[in-house]
């Protein structure tokens, strides 16, 4: 022992040392202890130092910490040392670090009240719970609830759980989920909901029986016992419920800060109500017994809601509606009653005013007088033995005996309450076993503590001795279980403290004695006390300042107790004569029912309470008595003595089960923990008894396997034996040399307080020691690597180093060679240039002497040149000067004679003057005719649909004026031309030539200036053209431009509409898939019903046992409920079971019945319901996409305008190729009768069709080339018609600019170019007509050349025999038909596919023309083998030894025609009308899955049952068609029902039912179905009947078998999930085993029986290899595969996060192999792409998040981003419940929590943490059409279904 403490208390030791705030503090120890030393140097957590002085008398040592890795355990007996602060401490870090509220303290569950809500008590978490053991969860009310109820049906014991603590710790929440848990997993036994009624109770009990105190907003203020009854198997069927000690004084009086009972201010909230006027209510601050505390109204309630709330439940309880508002008035009246204002009349008398509205509101709600409650207030009555006197009460007595009154009604109308939620609670089903839930009143103690605490304490002694007797009792049971040496544990024992309080002459007895005396007072009471315990007990005292007060010494702490009150609250008196007044009330019944005897009262509902097989415990004091004055004699002190005596031996007859709730502070802070308080609660609930028990005996505890695999680090090899449990035991003897520490079990050791930290100190120094060797060895590696490196680093410098000094070698070497061939060659270039300067100058001295001789000799050459041309032009002068004086004379002589000849024509000169003036004023008319023809112009350009033709008329007339005016213009010319002829001619007017002259040259300014007009009139012409040619250049751009921006913005366009259209669609597949999931989820919803009714009908008919004899007739009810799925002719089983279900059915309850039914007609409606919100929803998207198309549509068309010009033109110019066409069509047809001499001869006539098809084809082809564009145009336009609203279209630009005739000019030339285009169009098809032409006359000759060979080749055929004509006939028809085919096919693709029609047709032909032949050839044979047959029997006996050759060959034959006549079958299979049972038992219901699956074809069962049906149908006989469908789904159904946990037949009937819906739809002949099939089989449709309605029920029947499959599956791989994918050990030598604590889990070692990863492969193996043999749809399988992926993935991932232990790294790594091994099985399977990887998502993200770093902000980013699949909640969830499994890793802070938190706050999710492992994937059956002929199916003798005829 010494040594071991040595070694523990070393320097680095953590050890606990008291502290007055935070009651231990953590210290280290700064140095090693020694056996001497007299104090401890410590250090504390913030770095001070001290000295811990030990005490030299016991030399006690402080207490040492756990290890690290042990903190935060699920279970407090896990820890390696066991006390105080190891409890406190571990309580603390599991509450604040990582939000655990529940923790295990052996059999006792401590639950940390929160004051926050959590989400840790949906139906999810329930589920998950459900079935588990209770160490294989963390801890959890519902463990400890689970963990009852499957004691109470393993072991056939009934149970309770005990919910003890004080005020505010949670007692009455944790009572009401441990009922909730019940209601949830066992369901109730009977239709009558009685799960619901008992949780309906808890509103109801917490309205009448909570109340606000200042530890707690919803105290309950009295102790209930509920009593859960299960029948015989295990479904709730009532319940019962006890009430011990109700406060009644809070009727009256509340402190500071407190409530009344919530039942008051739910009432006062609701007075405004209706219903509520006739009670006169207000405000709760208007009453005194509602105002007191002053605090009305509490944060976060609503109590008018509440009030709704406890309204529900009344009801739902069966208490009507006239009962509540009398249980109301009873409420208001109290109300009223306690603001009755009493007032003195004298010092010993006292009044109440005559009219006070309370009180006249009191008696009108209890239908009492005025005058006898106000004299009976204020008065008593005093009897003796001979006389009876009225006393008068003073007035404190008076409101004391009001208030008493008051407490006295409520009380009454409580226990009524309580009574008849009882009643409606109760059941006629025999009770089996119980579960009582206790929830009662902690140990309490105040600074004044009353009778109240004094009763509550009490109760707490009894229970915790019952506590302390049941820890003993089951650690006793251990030792003994496991055979280990014990000796007796000394615990407290408090019966001595119990004596005290009820033993004779005790604290009661003496209180009931001094009750019964008359002057008996507190002060006597206290006397009576002092004098017989004060020296006779030492846990009774006094008080040195006080006489009227004790104390008592309790188990968990002293308390003093006041005497004053004792004997008042113990009394508990009320006036009988105020009893009596109220029992005298006439108009209220329910009062007076609240004082009469409980015998003779009735239920609410007006019904007799049954009895059942359970006798109920009553709590009530016997009220058999004759008086009623006796009524209220007996004390409440016996009444709660007696009924706790009761209490103890009910609980004494269970098995108990402890809740301890723990209130962490005394301010309701959300996760605040306080110390102090928590000790105190702690050490008074006796958790902390529980851990000293377990540490005087053997507290830790392992098995020998876990306790090898842990401390395996700790032996040496030659050490591991064989045997573990050997191995074990040498290795302690090594390790612990005190054999006291430690004994060895049967299964396990058990080692004593601090041992297992002992061990684990051993290992982690060992560890550590291996860790410093192997970071020895690699740091070694790790320097003789860098040793290495930096060698070969520096050998390769200098190897580059002398590398570099020779090139530099090299370098200079060749820079000395360079540098001399360089000199040499610089050298010779100076020289040579010297050279060439020298001869340079020499050449250029000759050049310059020479230029100059040259220049000298062409300058004298050029003198004499120049002389001999001046000599020239002074000759050529002289002579023109002597011609020019010639000239003049001469010209001089002319003018005279003309003059004399102008005067003569002057005159004619005047008239022609005249004439020139008329034709000015005609040209200025023409002028303004042209002007107006402009004005016209610009108006005929607003006119778009004509402008083509106005285009033509204004260009004509414009030509044609044109025309004329040039015209005129000449003549002009002419007229001047011939004036100035004549002014030639007139020679006699001389004298008035000059006057002419003048007039002419102002005739000649006028005509220049009209030129002028006329010039720059054509040169603005010029430019405006040249301007509108820019300016249609820029149109042009624009345009090109325009169209550009409208693809692309169309292209976006569609990209947006496509998107919108995707997610639409999106939507609509998830909102289909959400109605679908609702849909299967009502199937199966009315399937279980279903089933219900029928175990209904079984239970009754078993508990009636009565079949009598005879026709029964059918309930006309029941037959037409079922008249879809029954059948009249059944066979002798189903006759049988259903007159046994007539008769349960008359036995039934009618009530029952008629809610079965109308439950089953709700949810055929809804189902119906649904249907229609499906088909409308599909018609609704089917209406939103046409709408889309038709604003599509209508977009497109707002730009068709824009190409109706051009449309227009293009249809002239259309006529006109029209009318050419026709032209050469006849010029065509007129050459072609030419040529061929028989005009319309077929040859021709087949050409000209062919031309008038190209010429259709080619016009149908421009027309869609137009109005594609057009539509292309328009849908850009329409798709940016808002963004284009203030630019003006293209289209009204031209029409805008288009303003004057040139323009128009301009766009008649563009059509002019139009038309020239199609002219040119047009050539180029008249060369293609042509060029068919001649093809046609080609392939004509090609015919007749076909046709001579033809017919040489029948003329062949005719002299062949005819067995070889048939054949060679058919060789060359295939050859033929072949070659077209490939010529077609190469020359026309479309004429191919016209001529392979053909060819088949033929070939068709062929086959028929072959197959009649083939049956006349066999006819012929049948009829050669009758008349062989006759020679033979006549007697011709040389035929035996003489065979034909004939009859050899026919013989092999014979056999081969066989299946030739199967041809003649039609799929179908007749049977009659009796042998359908039969056909249904022997196909169905006998019908064994293995052999079928194995033997024969899949879904045999299914072919046969439609070609069944195809018969029906062909025969049109209605009644069997509907019968036979009818007894295949009923029988169906009734296999399954029987079989259903057998996953081979539900999955064969899934594949069956599933094959029969896919053949009803082939062959239903819809289009839809039948594009997949062959001729033939479009030849097997129905004919006669649309089975479409059946398809739905087919349908929804293979709904339920997937559903069923799915849970067949999941019940199967359900006990594998958890032990292969989470506690298993894949990876051997991972993960480390931690010490464990009473509540022992399932060890990850692998023992024999223990489910494996490989266990769950091999069964996913087995499930797809069954459902491939059975021939399951490959969607299907894909389906199912996805749905117990998710549910391993859910199941995992659930049991991860509920389970501490598993939250660690190794485990992360483990997961995520075992995933990996999953996605293998899916590669392997080819089951990739269904969708079940992604269901694994969330699990392999929760391993990700076990492994990957949990320090810095930068790691939460990662972890954020990384797990989108799991919600805020389940990352919380997993780091919270991170831990370390060795020393050397570390938790995840608290602060990195919040982090998370706060990165994850914006995310919208569910607030979920658990996944729904309940979720089915809805199911659909994509459309498989087989491929099988039905023809050809052989029906096996094996199925004796003999009786079935082919057709």
Same mark, same amino acid.
């Given at each position: 022992?010494?040594?071991e403490?040595?070694y523990m208390?070393v320097?680095s030791?953590?050890?606990?040392i008291p502290?007055a705030?935070e009651v231990w503090k953590s210290?280290e120890?700064?140095k090693?202890?020694?056996?001497?030393?007299a104090?401890?140097?410590?250090?504390?957590?913030d770095?001070t130092t001290?000295?811990?002085?030990?005490?030299?008398?016991?030399?006690?040592?402080?207490?040492?910490?756990?290890p690290?890795?042990?903190?935060g355990?699920?279970?407090l007996?896990?820890l390696?040392?066991?006390?105080?602060?190891?409890?406190?401490?571990?309580?603390?870090?599991?509450?604040?670090?990582?939000k655990l509220?529940?923790?295990?303290?052996?059999?006792?569950?401590?639950?940390?009240?929160?004051?926050?809500?959590?989400?840790i008590y949906?139906?999810d978490?329930i589920?998950?719970?459900?079935?588990?053991?209770m160490?294989?969860?963390?801890p959890?009310i519902?463990a400890?609830?689970?963990?009852?109820?499957?004691?109470?049906?393993?072991?056939e014991?009934?149970q309770?759980i005990?919910?003890s603590?004080?005020?505010?710790a949670g007692?009455?929440?944790?009572?009401?989920?441990a009922?909730?848990?019940?209601?949830?997993v066992?369901?109730?036994?009977s239709?009558? +909901? $009685? %799960?619901? &009624?008992?949780l309906a109770s808890?509103p109801?009990?917490? /309205?009448?029986? *909570?109340?606000?105190? !200042?530890?707690?907003?919803?105290?309950?203020?009295?102790g209930?016992?509920?009593?859960?009854?299960?029948?015989?198997?295990?479904?709730?069927?009532?319940?019962n419920?006890?009430?011990?000690l109700?406060?009644?004084?809070r009727v009256?009086?509340?402190?500071?800060e407190?409530?009344?009972?919530?039942?008051?201010y739910?009432?006062?909230?609701?007075?405004?109500?209706?219903?509520?006027?006739?009670l006169?209510?207000?405000?709760?601050?208007?009453?005194?017994?509602?105002?007191?505390?002053r605090s009305?109204?509490?944060?976060?309630?609503d109590d008018?809601k509440?009030?709704?709330t406890t309204?529900?439940?009344?009801?739902?309880?069966g208490?009507n509606?006239?009962?509540?508002?009398?249980?109301?008035?009873?409420?208001a009246?109290i109300l009223?009653?306690? +603001? $009755? %204002?009493i &007032?003195d009349?004298?010092s010993d008398?006292?009044?109440? /005013?005559p009219? *006070?509205?309370?009180l !006249?509101?009191?008696c009108?709600?209890?239908?009492?007088?005025?005058?006898d409650?106000?004299q009976?207030?204020?008065?008593?009555?005093?009897?003796?033995?001979?006389?009876?006197?009225i006393?008068?009460l003073?007035?404190l007595?008076?409101?004391n005996?009001?208030?008493?009154?008051?407490k006295?009604?409520y009380?009454?109308?409580?226990?009524?309450?309580?009574?008849?939620?009882?009643k409606?609670?109760?059941?006629?089903?025999?009770?089996?076993s119980?579960?009582?839930?206790?929830?009662?009143y902690?140990?309490?103690?105040?600074?004044?503590?009353s009778?109240?605490?004094?009763?509550?304490?009490?109760?707490?002694?009894?229970?915790?001795?019952q506590?302390n007797m049941?820890?003993?009792?089951l650690?006793?049971?251990?030792?003994?279980k496991?055979?280990i040496?014990?000796?007796l544990?000394d615990?407290?024992?408090?019966?001595?403290?119990?004596?005290l309080?009820?033993?004779?002459m005790?604290?009661?007895?003496?209180?009931?004695e001094?009750?019964k005396m008359p002057?008996g007072?507190?002060d006597?009471?206290?006397?009576?006390?002092?004098n017989?315990?004060l020296?006779?007990?030492s846990l009774?005292?006094?008080?040195?300042?006080?006489?009227?007060?004790f104390?008592?010494q309790?188990?968990?702490?002293?308390?003093?107790?006041?005497c004053?009150?004792?004997?008042?609250?113990?009394?508990?008196?009320?006036?009988?004569?105020?009893i009596h007044?109220l029992k005298?009330s006439?108009?209220?019944?329910?009062?007076v029912?609240?004082?009469?005897?409980?015998?003779?009262a009735?239920?609410?509902t007006g019904?007799v309470?049954?009895?059942?097989g359970r006798?109920r415990?009553?709590?009530?004091?016997?009220?058999g008595?004759d008086?009623s004055?006796?009524?209220?004699k007996?004390?409440?002190g016996?009444?709660?003595r007696?009924?706790?005596?009761?209490?103890?031996?009910t609980?004494?007859a269970?098995?108990?089960?402890y809740?301890?709730?723990i209130?962490?502070?005394?301010?309701k802070?959300?996760?605040?923990?306080?110390?102090?308080?928590a000790?105190?609660q702690?050490?008074?609930?006796g958790v902390?008894e529980?851990?000293?028990i377990?540490?005087a005996g053997?507290?830790?505890?392992?098995?020998?396997?876990e306790?090898?695999?842990?401390?395996r680090?700790?032996?040496?090899q030659?050490?591991?034996?064989?045997?573990?449990?050997?191995?074990c035991k040498?290795v302690?003897?090594k390790?612990?040399?005190?054999?006291?520490?430690y004994?060895?079990g049967k299964?396990?050791?058990?080692?004593?307080a601090?041992q297992?930290?002992?061990?684990e100190?051993?290992r982690?120094?060992?560890?550590?020691?291996?860790?410093?060797?192997?970071?020895?060895?690699?740091?070694?590696?790790?320097?003789?690597?860098k040793?290495l490196?930096?060698?070969?680093?520096?050998?390769?410098?200098?190897?580059f180093?002398r590398?570099?000094?020779?090139?530099?070698?090299?370098?200079?070497m060749?820079?000395?060679?360079?540098a001399?061939?360089?000199?040499?060659?610089?050298?010779?270039?100076?020289?040579?240039k010297?050279?060439r300067?020298?001869?340079?100058?020499?050449l250029?001295?000759?050049t310059?002497l020479?230029?100059?001789?040259?220049r000298q000799?062409y300058?004298?050459?050029l003198?004499?040149h120049k002389a001999v041309i001046?000599?020239?032009?002074?000759?050529?002068?002289?002579a023109?000067?002597?011609y020019?004086r010639?000239?003049?004379?001469?010209?001089y002589?002319?003018?005279?004679?003309r003059?004399?000849?102008a005067?003569?024509?002057?005159?004619?000169?005047?008239?022609?003057?005249?004439?020139?003036?008329?034709?000015?004023?005609?040209?200025?008319?023409?002028?303004?005719?042209?002007?107006?023809?402009?004005?016209?112009?610009?108006?005929?350009?607003?006119?778009?649909?004509v402008?083509?033709?106005?285009l033509?008329s204004?260009?004509?007339?414009?030509a044609?004026e044109s025309e004329?005016?040039?015209?005129e213009?000449?003549?002009?010319?002419?007229?001047?031309?011939?004036?100035?002829n004549?002014a030639n001619?007139?020679?006699?007017?001389?004298?008035?030539?000059?006057?002419?002259?003048?007039?002419l040259s102002?005739t000649?300014?006028?005509k220049?200036?009209?030129?002028d007009?006329?010039?720059?009139?054509?040169d603005e012409?010029?430019?405006?053209?040249?301007?509108l040619?820019?300016?249609?250049?820029?149109?042009?751009?624009?345009?090109d431009?325009?169209?550009?921006?409208i693809?692309?913005?169309?292209?976006?366009m569609?990209?947006?509409?496509?998107?919108?259209i995707?997610q639409?669609?999106q939507q609509l597949?998830?909102?289909?898939?959400?109605?679908?999931?609702?849909?299967?989820?009502?199937?199966?919803?009315?399937?279980?019903?279903?089933e219900k009714?029928?175990d209904l009908k079984e239970e009754?008919?078993?508990?009636k046992?009565?079949?009598?004899?005879?026709?029964?007739?059918?309930?006309?009810?029941?037959s037409?409920?079922?008249s879809?799925?029954t059948?009249?002719?059944?066979?002798?089983?189903?006759?049988?079971g259903?007159?046994?279900?007539?008769?349960?059915?008359?036995?039934?309850?009618?009530?029952?019945?008629?809610?079965l039914?109308?439950?089953v007609t709700?949810?055929?409606?809804?189902?119906?319901?649904?249907r229609?919100?499906?088909?409308?929803?599909?018609?609704?998207f089917?209406?939103?996409?046409?709408?889309?198309?038709?604003?599509?549509?209508?977009?497109?068309g707002?730009?068709?305008?824009y190409?109706?010009?051009?449309?227009?033109?293009?249809?002239?110019?259309?006529?006109?190729?029209r009318?050419?066409?026709a032209?050469?069509?006849?010029?065509?047809l007129?050459?072609?009768?030419?040529r061929?001499?028989?005009p319309?001869?077929?040859?021709?006539k087949?050409?000209?069709?062919?031309?008038?098809?190209s010429?259709?084809?080619?016009?149908?082809?421009k027309?869609?080339?137009?109005i594609?564009?057009s539509?292309?145009?328009?849908?850009?336009e329409?798709?940016h018609h808002k963004?284009?609203?203030?630019?003006?279209s293209?289209?009204?630009?031209?029409?805008?600019?288009?303003?004057?005739?040139?323009?128009?000019?301009?766009?008649?030339?563009g059509?002019?170019d139009?038309?020239?285009?199609?002219?040119?169009?047009?050539?180029?098809?008249?060369?293609?007509?042509d060029?068919e032409?001649?093809?046609?006359?080609?392939?004509?000759q090609?015919v007749?050349?076909?046709?001579?060979r033809?017919?040489q080749?029948?003329?062949?055929n005719l002299?062949?025999?005819?067995e070889?004509?048939?054949?060679?006939?058919?060789?060359h028809e295939?050859?033929r038909?072949?070659?077209e085919?490939?010529?077609?096919l190469?020359?026309?693709?479309t004429?191919?596919?016209e001529?392979?029609?053909i060819i088949?047709?033929?070939?068709?032909?062929?086959m028929?023309?072959?197959?009649?032949?083939?049956r006349?050839?066999?006819?012929?044979?049948?009829?050669?083998k009758?008349?062989?047959?006759r020679?033979?029997?006549?007697?011709?006996g040389?035929?035996?030894?003489?065979t034909?050759?004939?009859?050899?060959?026919?013989?092999?034959?014979?056999p081969?025609?066989?299946?030739?006549?199967?041809?003649?079958?039609?799929?179908?299979l007749?049977?009659k009308?009796?042998?359908?049972?039969?056909l249904?038992?022997n196909l169905?219901?006998?019908l064994k899955?293995?052999?079928?699956?194995?033997?024969?074809?899949?879904?045999?069962p299914?072919?046969?049952?439609f070609?069944?049906?195809?018969?029906?149908?062909y025969?049109n006989?209605d009644q069997?068609?509907?019968?036979?469908?009818?007894?295949?789904?009923?029988?169906?159904?009734?296999?399954?029902?029987?079989?259903?946990?057998?996953?081979?037949?539900?999955?064969?009937?899934l594949?069956?039912?599933?094959?029969f819906?896919?053949?009803?739809k082939q062959?239903?002949?819809?289009?839809?179905f039948?594009?997949?099939?062959?001729s033939?089989?479009?030849?097997?449709c129905?004919?006669?009947f649309?089975?479409?309605e059946?398809r739905?029920?087919?349908?929804?029947?293979a709904?339920?078998?997937?559903?069923?499959?799915?849970k067949?599956?999941?019940?199967?791989?359900?006990?594998?999930?958890?032990?292969?994918?989470?506690?298993h050990?894949?990876?051997?030598?991972v993960?480390?085993v931690?010490?464990?604590?009473?509540?022992k889990?399932t060890s990850?070692?692998a023992?024999?029986?223990?489910?494996t990863l490989d266990?769950?492969?091999?069964?996913?193996?087995a499930?797809?290899?069954?459902?491939?043999?059975h021939g399951?749809?490959?969607?299907?399988?894909?389906?199912?595969?996805?749905q117990?992926?998710?549910?391993?993935g859910?199941v995992?991932?659930n049991n991860?996060?509920?389970?501490?232990d598993?939250?660690s790294?190794?485990?992360?790594m483990q997961?995520r192999?075992?995933?990996?091994q999953?996605?293998?099985?899916?590669?392997d399977?080819?089951l990739m792409?269904?969708?079940?990887?992604?269901?694994?998502?969330?699990?392999?993200q929760?391993?990700q998040?076990?492994q990957?770093?949990?320090?810095t902000?930068e790691?939460?980013e990662?972890?954020?981003?990384?797990?989108h699949?799991?919600?805020t909640?389940?990352i919380?969830?997993?780091l919270?419940l991170?831990?370390?499994v060795?020393?050397?890793?570390?938790?995840?802070?608290v602060s990195f929590?919040?982090?998370?938190?706060t990165?994850l706050?914006?995310?919208?999710?569910?607030?979920?943490l658990?996944?729904?492992t309940?979720m089915?994937?809805?199911?659909?059956f994509?459309f498989?059409?087989?491929s099988?002929?039905?023809?050809?199916?052989?029906?096996?003798?094996s199925?004796?279904?003999?009786?079935?005829?082919r057709?």
């Amino acid at each position: 022992m010494n040594r071991e403490l040595e070694y523990m208390f070393v320097q680095s030791a953590r050890v606990w040392i008291p502290d007055a705030e935070e009651v231990w503090k953590s210290a280290e120890l700064t140095k090693d202890y020694k056996n001497d030393d007299a104090s401890l140097q410590l250090m504390l957590e913030d770095g001070t130092t001290i000295d811990h002085k030990l005490d030299p008398k016991t030399k006690n040592l402080p207490y040492l910490r756990n290890p690290d890795i042990l903190v935060g355990e699920n279970d407090l007996t896990a820890l390696s040392y066991l006390h105080e602060p190891a409890v406190l401490h571990n309580l603390k870090v599991r509450f604040i670090d990582s939000k655990l509220i529940y923790t295990y303290c052996g059999i006792v569950l401590v639950a940390i009240n929160p004051y926050e809500t959590l989400p840790i008590y949906g139906t999810d978490i329930i589920n998950a719970y459900s079935g588990q053991n209770m160490g294989d969860m963390d801890p959890h009310i519902f463990a400890v609830a689970e963990e009852a109820y499957k004691q109470m049906a393993r072991d056939e014991r009934n149970q309770s759980i005990i919910v003890s603590g004080e005020s505010g710790a949670g007692k009455t929440v944790s009572a009401k989920y441990a009922m909730r848990y019940f209601a949830t997993v066992s369901g109730s036994a009977s239709e009558a +909901n $009685v %799960e619901e &009624k008992v949780l309906a109770s808890n509103p109801i009990m917490e /309205a009448i029986g *909570n109340a606000k105190t !200042t530890r707690n907003d919803n105290s309950s203020r009295f102790g209930k016992y509920i009593e859960i009854g299960f029948d015989n198997r295990y479904r709730i069927i009532g319940a019962n419920m006890r009430t011990y000690l109700l406060e009644k004084s809070r009727v009256v009086f509340q402190a500071d800060e407190e409530r009344n009972y919530h039942i008051f201010y739910q009432l006062c909230a609701s007075a405004n109500q209706p219903e509520f006027k006739n009670l006169r209510l207000s405000t709760a601050n208007d009453f005194l017994y509602t105002r007191q505390g002053r605090s009305p109204v509490i944060e976060g309630v609503d109590d008018a809601k509440e009030l709704r709330t406890t309204r529900h439940a009344f009801t739902l309880l069966g208490i009507n509606e006239s009962y509540q508002i009398g249980l109301f008035q009873v409420l208001a009246a109290i109300l009223h009653l306690g +603001n $009755v %204002e009493i &007032k003195d009349r004298d010092s010993d008398s006292s009044l109440i /005013a005559p009219n *006070n509205r309370h009180l !006249t509101a009191f008696c009108e709600l209890v239908g009492v007088t005025y005058q006898d409650m106000s004299q009976w207030l204020c008065h008593r009555k005093l009897k003796t033995a001979t006389e009876t006197y009225i006393k008068p009460l003073p007035r404190l007595q008076a409101t004391n005996a009001r208030d008493a009154l008051s407490k006295h009604i409520y009380a009454k109308l409580f226990n009524w309450i309580v009574e008849h939620v009882n009643k409606a609670l109760v059941t006629n089903i025999k009770q089996h076993s119980f579960i009582g839930v206790l929830d009662i009143y902690g140990f309490e103690t105040f600074e004044i503590n009353s009778f109240e605490q004094f009763c509550i304490n009490y109760a707490n002694e009894k229970l915790q001795q019952q506590f302390n007797m049941h820890v003993f009792k089951l650690e006793q049971e251990e030792y003994m279980k496991e055979q280990i040496p014990w000796t007796l544990i000394d615990f407290y024992d408090n019966q001595p403290c119990i004596n005290l309080i009820e033993a004779k002459m005790g604290i009661l007895d003496l209180l009931d004695e001094e009750c019964k005396m008359p002057k008996g007072s507190d002060d006597s009471w206290a006397q009576k006390l002092y004098n017989t315990h004060l020296k006779t007990c030492s846990l009774f005292e006094k008080p040195r300042m006080s006489n009227r007060a004790f104390i008592i010494q309790h188990f968990a702490d002293k308390v003093e107790y006041q005497c004053e009150g004792f004997l008042e609250k113990n009394k508990d008196t009320v006036n009988e004569e105020q009893i009596h007044v109220l029992k005298a009330s006439k108009k209220f019944n329910l009062l007076v029912e609240l004082f009469q005897d409980e015998e003779k009262a009735t239920t609410p509902t007006g019904q007799v309470p049954g009895t059942g097989g359970r006798t109920r415990l009553s709590i009530k004091p016997d009220k058999g008595r004759d008086t009623s004055s006796k009524e209220h004699k007996k004390t409440v002190g016996c009444q709660f003595r007696n009924s706790l005596q009761m209490l103890m031996e009910t609980l004494n007859a269970t098995t108990p089960h402890y809740v301890r709730c723990i209130k962490p502070n005394d301010f309701k802070l959300a996760f605040s923990f306080d110390p102090k308080r928590a000790v105190q609660q702690l050490r008074a609930c006796g958790v902390l008894e529980t851990i000293r028990i377990s540490a005087a005996g053997f507290p830790s505890r392992w098995t020998y396997q876990e306790f090898f695999s842990r401390y395996r680090v700790l032996m040496k090899q030659k050490d591991v034996l064989p045997d573990k449990k050997l191995t074990c035991k040498n290795v302690l003897e090594k390790l612990v040399q005190d054999q006291d520490k430690y004994q060895f079990g049967k299964t396990k050791i058990f080692f004593r307080a601090g041992q297992v930290a002992y061990l684990e100190k051993l290992r982690a120094d060992k560890l550590r020691a291996a860790c410093i060797r192997i970071q020895k060895t690699i740091r070694c590696w790790l320097a003789r690597k860098k040793y290495l490196r930096q060698r070969s680093a520096a050998i390769t410098i200098q190897r580059f180093t002398r590398g570099y000094q020779a090139r530099c070698l090299a370098k200079f070497m060749r820079r000395t060679q360079a540098a001399t061939i360089i000199q040499k060659y610089q050298r010779m270039c100076v020289e040579r240039k010297r050279f060439r300067q020298k001869q340079a100058a020499a050449l250029a001295m000759q050049t310059i002497l020479r230029a100059y001789m040259a220049r000298q000799k062409y300058q004298a050459l050029l003198r004499e040149h120049k002389a001999v041309i001046i000599q020239k032009h002074v000759r050529g002068w002289l002579a023109r000067c002597w011609y020019k004086r010639c000239l003049e004379a001469i010209v001089y002589l002319q003018c005279c004679i003309r003059r004399m000849r102008a005067k003569r024509e002057l005159k004619k000169l005047k008239i022609e003057a005249r004439s020139v003036e008329h034709f000015k004023k005609l040209n200025k008319g023409m002028e303004n005719k042209i002007m107006q023809l402009q004005r016209k112009i610009d108006e005929q350009n607003k006119d778009n649909r004509v402008i083509s033709e106005r285009l033509v008329s204004l260009e004509s007339s414009y030509a044609s004026e044109s025309e004329r005016m040039r015209g005129e213009l000449g003549r002009l010319r002419g007229v001047e031309e011939d004036a100035k002829n004549k002014a030639n001619q007139v020679s006699s007017l001389l004298e008035e030539l000059e006057k002419l002259r003048k007039e002419l040259s102002v005739t000649q300014q006028e005509k220049k200036t009209i030129e002028d007009w006329a010039q720059k009139y054509r040169d603005e012409m010029e430019k405006m053209v040249s301007e509108l040619k820019d300016q249609n250049g820029l149109l042009k751009k624009e345009k090109d431009d325009l169209n550009r921006m409208i693809q692309e913005q169309s292209q976006q366009m569609t990209e947006k509409m496509t998107r919108a259209i995707a997610q639409e669609t999106q939507q609509l597949e998830t909102d289909l898939n959400e109605e679908r999931s609702r849909y299967q989820n009502l199937l199966t919803e009315h399937l279980r019903l279903e089933e219900k009714y029928d175990d209904l009908k079984e239970e009754l008919a078993q508990s009636k046992n009565v079949s009598k004899p005879g026709h029964r007739r059918t309930d006309s009810t029941h037959s037409s409920n079922e008249s879809e799925y029954t059948y009249n002719s059944e066979y002798a089983e189903l006759e049988d079971g259903s007159r046994v279900g007539e008769d349960v059915t008359r036995g039934m309850d009618t009530s029952l019945t008629l809610k079965l039914q109308k439950r089953v007609t709700e949810l055929e409606q809804e189902k119906q319901s649904l249907r229609n919100e499906l088909e409308n929803r599909e018609e609704q998207f089917q209406r939103a996409r046409a709408r889309d198309d038709a604003q599509f549509r209508k977009a497109r068309g707002a730009e068709l305008e824009y190409e109706s010009l051009k449309r227009q033109e293009l249809e002239s110019e259309n006529k006109k190729l029209r009318h050419n066409l026709a032209e050469m069509r006849q010029s065509l047809l007129g050459g072609a009768a030419a040529r061929a001499g028989a005009p319309g001869s077929p040859a021709y006539k087949v050409l000209l069709d062919q031309l008038n098809a190209s010429c259709e084809e080619l016009q149908v082809r421009k027309e869609e080339v137009l109005i594609l564009r057009s539509q292309l145009v328009s849908q850009k336009e329409a798709l940016h018609h808002k963004e284009t609203m203030t630019e003006p279209s293209v289209f009204a630009q031209d029409v805008n600019k288009l303003k004057d005739a040139d323009e128009l000019k301009q766009a008649y030339v563009g059509l002019k170019d139009t038309n020239r285009l199609l002219e040119q169009q047009l050539q180029t098809q008249r060369r293609t007509y042509d060029s068919e032409v001649e093809s046609l006359r080609g392939e004509l000759q090609n015919v007749k050349e076909e046709n001579n060979r033809q017919q040489q080749l029948l003329a062949q055929n005719l002299q062949l025999p005819p067995e070889a004509r048939i054949e060679a006939s058919l060789q060359h028809e295939i050859t033929r038909l072949t070659n077209e085919n490939l010529e077609l096919l190469a020359d026309d693709p479309t004429a191919s596919r016209e001529a392979r029609v053909i060819i088949l047709r033929r070939m068709v032909d062929l086959m028929e023309q072959l197959e009649k032949q083939d049956r006349t050839i066999r006819k012929l044979k049948k009829q050669l083998k009758v008349y062989s047959k006759r020679i033979g029997e006549m007697g011709a006996g040389h035929t035996e030894g003489q065979t034909s050759p004939g009859q050899m060959v026919e013989e092999p034959i014979h056999p081969v025609n066989i299946p030739r006549r199967e041809k003649d079958f039609q799929g179908m299979l007749e049977y009659k009308k009796e042998d359908e049972m039969k056909l249904v038992k022997n196909l169905i219901l006998e019908l064994k899955p293995r052999g079928v699956a194995v033997n024969l074809i899949p879904g045999l069962p299914a072919y046969i049952l439609f070609m069944c049906l195809r018969h029906s149908d062909y025969v049109n006989d209605d009644q069997k068609v509907r019968t036979l469908l009818t007894s295949t789904i009923n029988s169906i159904k009734k296999i399954l029902k029987k079989r259903g946990d057998d996953f081979e037949t539900v999955s064969f009937w899934l594949a069956n039912t599933c094959r029969f819906l896919h053949c009803l739809k082939q062959y239903s002949g819809d289009e839809v179905f039948m594009k997949h099939n062959t001729s033939r089989q479009n030849e097997h449709c129905l004919s006669n009947f649309d089975l479409a309605e059946y398809r739905q029920v087919i349908s929804d029947l293979a709904i339920q078998i997937y559903q069923q499959l799915v849970k067949c599956m999941e019940n199967i791989l359900q006990p594998m999930i958890v032990s292969g994918m989470l506690e298993h050990e894949t990876i051997q030598g991972v993960s480390g085993v931690k010490p464990t604590g009473l509540r022992k889990r399932t060890s990850s070692i692998a023992d024999e029986g223990t489910y494996t990863l490989d266990s769950i492969l091999r069964q996913l193996s087995a499930f797809h290899s069954t459902m491939c043999q059975h021939g399951t749809d490959p969607e299907l399988i894909k389906q199912v595969v996805k749905q117990l992926f998710y549910i391993i993935g859910a199941v995992t991932l659930n049991n991860l996060l509920l389970r501490k232990d598993m939250c660690s790294w190794s485990k992360g790594m483990q997961i995520r192999y075992n995933v990996s091994q999953l996605e293998e099985w899916l590669r392997d399977k080819g089951l990739m792409n269904c969708g079940a990887k992604e269901t694994l998502e969330p699990l392999i993200q929760a391993a990700q998040l076990l492994q990957v770093k949990k320090k810095t902000d930068e790691d939460a980013e990662a972890i954020c981003s990384m797990c989108h699949a799991l919600t805020t909640a389940q990352i919380v969830k997993v780091l919270n419940l991170y831990t370390p499994v060795n020393e050397f890793e570390e938790r995840v802070s608290v602060s990195f929590i919040r982090t998370i938190q706060t990165r994850l706050r914006d995310r919208c999710e569910s607030p979920q943490l658990l996944m729904d492992t309940k979720m089915i994937y809805p199911v659909t059956f994509p459309f498989n059409p087989s491929s099988l002929a039905l023809e050809t199916i052989q029906i096996p003798t094996s199925l004796n279904l003999s009786f079935l005829t082919r057709v």
